[in-house]
């Protein structure tokens, strides 16, 4: 290289890169440039923003003042956020396990083509065409007791007396939420485990088979190992989107009956836009995303494939 | 990168800081339009005013209406981002927080100069004022008042030209249309949004300042709702729930659509806002009451909406000007009381359009006698739903009597906040 540039009369040099342009790491961060603009200007700039608010008395006009570290120092004494933690918990608990096995069993209901999957393929995986406030919206409908059309088929086909309160205690509102999530998200997560599942060569399947191996070996011994990864990524997917449950209980339940169903993405929601209390609210988003991170490099380490 | 992280952060902080000393007035040639929000809850009256203005004035309006829920966040992060509309109206009870809160522009010199200023709607201008400057105009009142269907009451054997002149009453008479006609589900004595801290404070309250008691503290900050004017009123409705005279959805009722099963013929009698009188059934004979004590007295809850012109706007004239048309005898006679809506002014009460409705008359009259609690944090206290307000009364009505010395002390620590 340094010889065809110092060759003379070669056209070449001429037309030569400067030396800052040769540098393999000069390169590669003009080629990263374009997204790691959008990168800062759209998740670094807001989450300096969020941190330097979280450490200001920050009112909706006016300017800043800092009371660093208040608004940290005051969760403890946040008795909603507090419950809310615990809330959250529960629900990213029981949603993510009936979710990955719902998702599996529909995966593997669908995984082999003949003739017809393909509607059921398409058909589970439709609700997740929904927006999610409007699912949200939709099951708040459907199974109102006033105006929804669940109750009154429930009573006409003889399986309920009188209408469910749906949403009327903590446990069926809880119970009426999952089921919302599962209808919406199942499909997709179903989607995601299926390109795991076909990604496993049917030449595995065939050899363990030749073995003797039964159904239920080839799926434990099989399947499994080798879609761990993809369900990694699924449960990481489940457990974050969980985490931050938002439009399910604003919409649904409204955090209700007696503030039952209250998850932490509300509390921020409620401290920021009812309470016009901005430096709180980023207080406790930098709390829930530094738990986040921590959650997810966790589950990372522990989902690794085995060396 | 580092650069367009600064950038970024500079765009964020010039909308901040542009936000925060807005309000100059931009010379204008010609007619201006400017935006104007409001929520749902009113908007009907605020689109009659509109269409209104906007066909009779060069200067015109456009209306943006916010589903009531979300108003209030919508307000905020508009706020936050200095993206305040140049007129926004605003439930008046969350009024004296805007203020403080710096959103609304000091009106009060163009207050001053107008002629009917004294008879603007009194308890929606002292929510508007701070200090003695004032920054809002009453735009809608919504008065609580009882609705009764005559009906049923007919058919229940009760006087169908005779409401309910005490809260007893209002439960008697209610129990009455349940037992003789609440056989098939259809139709029950009386309704309520059990769970929605804004229709108990709307609906119950009345019933405490009638009988001469009090829910908070003249400054709003301590709350007095344990105390046995409040209870006696939660003991009543508790009573009408466990005997099932109430809807069954009572207690799960978030607000939404809580005034939405009288105009279906359902319900015997039920506290309601007067907003809802022009929209109901033209068919549907509905008498209307004043909200009494348990043992009498009369009073209502003073709701609705004030209007002000935003701290950021560039047309302040031009919405000042929109704003003063809403409350002229023209705008108050032809567009609102001939829709049978409350007027804004005491001095038009006696109106042609309203003496044709004695219904009308007795709710224009009650705008004197009613009340508009003031309290800076009365949004996150009692209209929020995972506020203190809403634990306390649904432990009274549904739940456990014994925590509500604990929740009212929770009430007064977030007045307090």
Redesign the interface.
Known sequence: MTLLLTRPGDRRTSAAPPAWWRGRSAQGWLYA?PA??VV???F???L??VAWMSLNRW?????AALNAPGNYLKISDNP?FLDSVLFTLKYTAITTVLLSGLALGLALLVQERRPGVGFFRTAFFLPGAVGFAAAALLFYGML????GPVDPILQALGITD??V?W??TPDMALFSTIALVLWRFAGFNMLILLTGLQAIPVEVYEAARSDGANRWQIFTKITLPLLRPTIALMLILSVTGSLLAFDQFFIFT??????ST?SMV??I??D?????D?GGAAALSVVLLVALVALNALQMRVLRRPE | ??R??A???MT?MLALTS??CGGAEEPVDGPVTISMWTRAATQAQSERLVKAYNSTHSNQVKLTVIPTDNY??RI??A??AGQLPDVFASDVIFVP?YTS???FLDITDRIAALPYKDALAPSHMSLGTVDGRRYTLPHTLDLSVWFWNKDLYAKAGLDPEKGPATLKEFAEQATAVQEKLGGDGTVHGTFFGG?CGGCYVFTFWPSVWAAGGQVMDAGGTTSLNDRPAMTEVFEIYRDLYEKKVT???A??E?GP?WT??FPRGGIGVMPMPSTTLGQMPADMEIGVAPIAGPDGGESTFVGGDSVGVS??TKHADAAWEFLAWTVSDEAQIEVMAKNKDVLARTDLAGNKYSAEDPRVVLINSLVAKGRTPYALRF??TFN???GPWL?LA?EAVF?DVSRLPQLNAEITKSLQ?
């Open positions: 440039a790691a603009a800062g200007a759209l670094l700039a807001p300096v923003l009112p909706l006009l006016g300017p909603l109102n007791n006033d105006f009188e209408p309160k949403t009327g409204n955090g209700g009956p007696d503030n209250v509300m509390v929601y409620r920021a836009f009812f309470r016009f901005l | 990168m580092r367009s992280l950038g970024a952060a964020v936000a925060a209030q966040p905020a992060a706020a936050g927080n809160q710096g959103l769970n809807g069954p959805t207690k799960e978030q659509t939405g099963f701290s950021t949004g996150q929020d739903p995972q634990r649904r739940g906040q």
